[in-house]
């Protein structure tokens, strides 16, 4: 008798199989008419950040990426040409406003702000057992550091001639998991921030768009689940430069008619009934 385990791993292994390679630029298959763009990027120090500063860069922006991080930020910029280099914590007004308008005056202007900057925070605790100043972490991180940057950057933004806004969220937005309820909490916040910005920003021909993958193999995943939960996974995993694809695509123009929209990459997962049959 087969277990429901068993079924999962099985499903994995036909989502792995028949997921399409991707091309290692979007630009590859479609002109994405980014080249002499800006953009300024959150949590880029390592994860979906690096990798999505990675993947605008070679499509011909000039990116500002920024993290707490200095170090790691470094390896990041290694790889951007002429990228435009703030150490910064997201949750610091005073540290925010410095690096966002320095950085546009570097860049010469901003079209584009991709906010990947976020934390887990407790994982596999009850709420009774989380503190306040947990609690308040995750959401001045996750929440509170989008608001702080994309506020300084809106300026910037509205000068530009087609701006838009990525943030990145989580299938967590829709979806639970037990002792995860202020990332979820916090992520869906997130999704309904950028969903009320769009309707803010239109006017102005800013377009504001999520995007909520599932797990994907980064750091914080590793530190959450283990490494070892990587190495033959009982569940479909993405890679950073997957979620980054999604991202560019929303930066571009060709995603003009895109907005207040949240793409949810999880392999289907989520439209799945629980229904036993």
């Avoid at 610091?92 to 005056?105: G, I, K």
């Avoid at 009320?196 to 800013?206: E, Y």
């Avoid at 909520?212 to 283990?226: E, K, Q």
Wanted: with cysteine; net charge negative.
């Amino acid at each position: 008798m087969r277990t429901a385990e068993q079924d999962d791993r099985d499903d994995t292994a036909v989502l792995e199989e028949r997921r399409p390679a991707l091309p290692r630029s979007l630009g590859e298959i479609m002109d994405l008419q980014l080249s002499g763009t800006t953009a300024l990027i959150t949590g880029a120090a390592s994860g979906i950040g690096r990798a999505t500063a990675l993947a605008l860069a070679a499509e011909g922006v000039r990116v500002a990426p920024l993290d707490r991080d200095g170090a790691a930020l470094a390896e990041t910029a290694r790889g951007c040409h002429d990228a435009v280099v703030r150490v910064a914590d997201v949750t610091d007004q005073a540290q925010v406003a410095d690096a966002v308008s320095t950085s546009v005056e570097e860049l010469g202007g901003l079209d584009a702000v991709v906010c990947c900057a976020g934390i887990s925070g407790p994982v596999g605790s009850p709420i009774d057992e989380i503190s306040l100043l947990e609690w308040n972490t995750v959401f001045a991180v996750n929440v509170t550091g989008a608001f702080l940057v994309l506020a300084q950057a809106l300026p910037a933004l509205r000068a530009s001639a087609a701006a838009s806004v990525v943030l990145l969220a989580s299938d967590s937005a829709f979806v639970s998991s037990p002792g995860m309820a202020p990332y979820c909490a916090s992520k869906a916040a997130l999704v309904q921030f950028g969903r009320a910005l769009s309707v803010d920003l239109a006017l102005h021909g800013i377009r504001v768009n999520t995007v909520a993958p599932s797990i994907v193999d980064t750091p914080m995943s590793r530190g959450d689940l283990g490494a070892e939960a990587f190495v033959d996974p009982s569940f479909a995993v993405q890679t950073p430069e997957d979620v980054a694809s999604h991202v560019l695509y929303l930066v571009s123009r060709r995603s003009g008619a895109i907005n207040g929209t949240t793409i949810v990459s999880d392999f289907g997962y989520s439209a799945r009934s629980g229904f036993p049959a």
